[in-house]
T-cell receptor, first 112, second 114 residues
Framework: DGGITQSPKYLFRKEGQNVTLSCEQN?????MYWYRQDPGQGLRLIYY???????QKGDIAEGYSVSREKKESFPLTVTSAQKNPTAFYLC???????????FGSGTRLTVV | GESVGLHLPTLSVQEGDNSIINCAYS??????FIWYKQESGKGPQFIID?????DKRQGQRVTVLLNKTVKHLSLQIAATQPGDSAVYFC?????????????FGSGTQLTVLP
């Protein structure tokens, strides 16, 4: 079955560490997205990528970095520059010019 | 910037009753809207969508109504079931360059009472 997979489901980070969240899709979608969700709030866009080797900042890109070396993969690194990283992170994908987004099941990141 | 918002953060309904979840948007250029359902600890799931050239669209037990005059849309769930308990988000989908981007509201928590 085609889908989008995020790993790990839970991730703990110490102060000052960088951590990388994985997002893989086998839907042959061109575009991929990373969102952050805080309790009781909607989704805020961190980064998005329309094609391989290209990505754009979203509304809250500071403290995050991404890469898009393969169509199927769009990993997100939460750097030590992100001062409040505890949140639920969601990855999504869509066909170029398509209207529907498919979401992964999310990664819950906690700073310890 | 313009944003999507929801009127009510929580909604409780009796099992079997109909639910109505409301959403206001402010971007007059938005031409496509999507409702998502998010269960606790999971990613959002697509429920139904509607384009701005339509006023109403029906799915299985769900109906979305769009009022462009007042920039308002609603999601109606018929015969609400316990499995409908979740957070519901409306999102406006804006074409930016060659890609579409979603802007989400803060969500409404629907609780179905036995």
């Amino acid at each position: 079955d085609g889908g989008i997979t995020q790993s790990p489901k839970y991730l703990f980070r110490k102060e000052g560490q960088n951590v990388t969240l994985s997002c893989e899709q086998n839907l042959n979608h061109d575009a991929m997205y990373w969102y952050r969700q805080d309790p009781g709030q909607g989704l805020r866009l961190i980064y998005y990528s329309q094609i391989v080797n290209d990505f754009q900042k979203g509304d809250i890109a500071e403290g995050y970095s991404v890469s898009r070396e393969k169509k199927e993969s769009f990993p997100l690194t939460v750097t030590s520059a992100q001062k409040n990283p505890t949140a639920f992170y969601l990855c999504a994908s869509s066909m170029q010019r398509s209207d529907g987004y498919t979401f992964g099941s999310g990664t819950r990141l906690t700073v310890v | 910037g313009e944003s999507v918002g929801l009127h009510l953060p929580t909604l409780s309904v009796q099992e079997g009753d109909n639910s109505i979840i409301n959403c206001a948007y402010s971007n007059s250029a938005s031409d496509y809207f999507i409702w998502y359902k998010q269960e606790s600890g999971k990613g959002p799931q697509f429920i139904i969508d509607i384009r701005s050239n339509m006023d109403k669209r029906q799915g299985q037990r769900v109906t979305v109504l769009l009022n462009k005059t007042v920039k308002h849309l609603s999601l109606q769930i018929a015969a609400t079931q316990p499995g409908d308990s979740a957070v519901y988000f409306c999102a406006e989908n804006i074409l930016s360059g060659s890609a579409r981007q979603l802007t989400f509201g803060s969500g409404t928590q629907l609780t179905v009472l036995p």
